[in-house]
């Protein structure tokens, strides 16, 4: 598990987009001033994966970056609000007599939650990813303005320099989801304490 862990830790290093010198450095040059470009790391690729890259593939990266920030963002909260005790009403499964409140917080709720509903949760992400949010031809990476069933953008009338502020805010939110999210993980896996520094069940009492 500690090894998984590290990996994890490794791969995740990457999504912060230099490892070797030479033909790195071009990328280097390319990317210095994208958004996420911040200090103290500046322009950190361990991995090399931008060594030779085009902005497409920059965009890519950048793309896919955001969306798995987001996904974290939304898996960390949902991870403490179930550790506080907060359920909602009603059943999971009337026929298997499955009360939300009888779902456990953390990956155990993967053991209790019906394979139906683990397929309802899947086919609706995928409903999201292929029909829905879907990234805006000509846009900013992570711009999913064109869906109209569930709108997203940004709240009023930023700026320009706003909407960028705004992106690098929640693009170092998300990385720190990210890291966030699999440390939980690693210790409710290690020890079966993931919080711990204080505990989320207290909150209520």
């Known amino acids: 598990m500690k090894v998984l862990a590290a990996l994890a830790l490794l791969g995740s290093a990457a ?28 322009f950190y690729d361990p991995l090399g994966l931008l060594a030779n890259a085009d902005q497409e593939r920059f965009d890519r990266l950048r793309f896919v970056e955001l969306k798995h920030g987001r996904i974290a963002q939304l898996a960390f909260l949902g991870h403490l609000w179930t550790y506080a005790g907060i359920r909602l009403p009603g059943y999971l499964s009337v026929e298997q007599g499955i009360r939300f409140e009888d779902v456990p917080p953390g990956l155990a709720a993967l053991d209790k939650i019906p394979i139906e509903g683990v397929s309802q949760i899947f086919f609706f992400v995928g409903t999201l ?22 709108p997203v953008g940004f709240l009023g009338n930023p700026t320009e320099e706003e909407q960028f502020d705004l992106r690098a805010k929640e693009l170092n939110q998300g990385r720190a989801a990210m890291m966030g999210i699999l440390a939980l993980m690693v210790h409710e896996k290690l020890d079966g304490n993931p919080y711990i520094f204080f505990d989320p069940a207290t909150w209520g009492n």
């Open 15 to 42: 999504a912060f987009a230099p490892a070797q010198t030479g033909q790195a450095s071009t990328a280097l040059n390319a990317f210095e001033n994208e958004l996420g470009v911040q200090e103290p790391l500046g």
């Open 129 to 150: 990813e292929l029909a829905i949010w879907r990234q805006a031809e000509g846009s900013f990476p992570g711009d999913f303005s064109p869906g109209t069933a569930f």
